[in-house]
C-alpha cells in the first residue's frame, strides 16, 4: 500500500499530555499530518518562542512579539528532531477534540504503555475541530481493513 497524506495542518504546538496546557515553553511547533499509514508530527524542535521575539514582546514591539516561526520547510527529515512523533494506526487507541481551547488529543500506545499528544494552535482552537477525529479514525479502520482486521 502505497502511504498518501489524508489531511496535515502547519503551525500547531504539541504538548505531550492529555490535554493542552498553559504555557508554550515546553511544547514543540510543527505540522501535524494523518496518513493512510500512520499519524506524523514533524517539529522544528522548539516551541514559536525564539529569545529574541519573546524579549521584543516583553519590550512592547508586541507585532515582533507575537509573530511565529515557519513550518513551511518541516519534510521527513524533521523526525529526528526533538519532539517529532510517528504513531501507527493501530497503535492509536482514542481521539478526541475537547476542552475550552478545543485541542485535539491523541492516545497512543507505541508498547511501552498509553501516551498522549495534544495538538492546537497557540490561540484557539485546531482547525478544522471534530473533523480530525473522524479522519483519524476512518484512517485507522482503512487501514485495519487493509491488512486483513489485524
Not at 508554550?24 to 521575539?53: C, E, H, P
Not at 520547510?73 to 517529532?84: K, M, N, R
Not at 512523533?85 to 478526541?96: Q, R, Y
Amino acid at each position: 500500500m502505497d502511504e498518501e497524506v489524508v489531511v496535515s495542518c502547519d503551525q500547531l504546538l504539541k504538548w505531550d499530555a492529555p490535554k493542552r496546557k498553559q504555557t508554550v515553553f515546553k511544547a514543540k511547533l510543527g505540522r501535524l499530518i494523518v496518513t493512510n499509514a500512520r499519524v506524523v508530527f514533524l517539529s522544528t524542535g522548539s516551541n514559536d518562542l525564539t529569545m529574541g521575539k519573546f524579549v521584543a514582546g516583553a519590550t512592547g514591539l508586541h507585532s515582533v512579539g507575537l509573530r511565529s516561526s515557519s513550518t513551511d520547510h518541516l519534510d521527513a527529515s524533521a523526525l529526528g528532531a526533538e519532539g517529532s512523533l510517528e504513531i501507527p494506526l493501530p497503535a492509536v487507541s482514542d481521539v478526541w477534540v475537547k476542552g475550552m481551547f478545543k485541542a485535539l488529543t491523541i492516545a497512543y500506545d507505541l508498547g511501552a504503555g498509553e501516551q498522549h499528544a495534544t495538538f492546537a494552535p497557540k490561540n484557539g482552537p485546531i482547525p478544522g475541530g471534530e473533523s480530525w477525529v473522524q479522519v483519524i479514525n476512518d484512517a485507522k479502520a482503512q487501514y485495519l481493513a487493509a491488512m486483513g482486521g489485524q
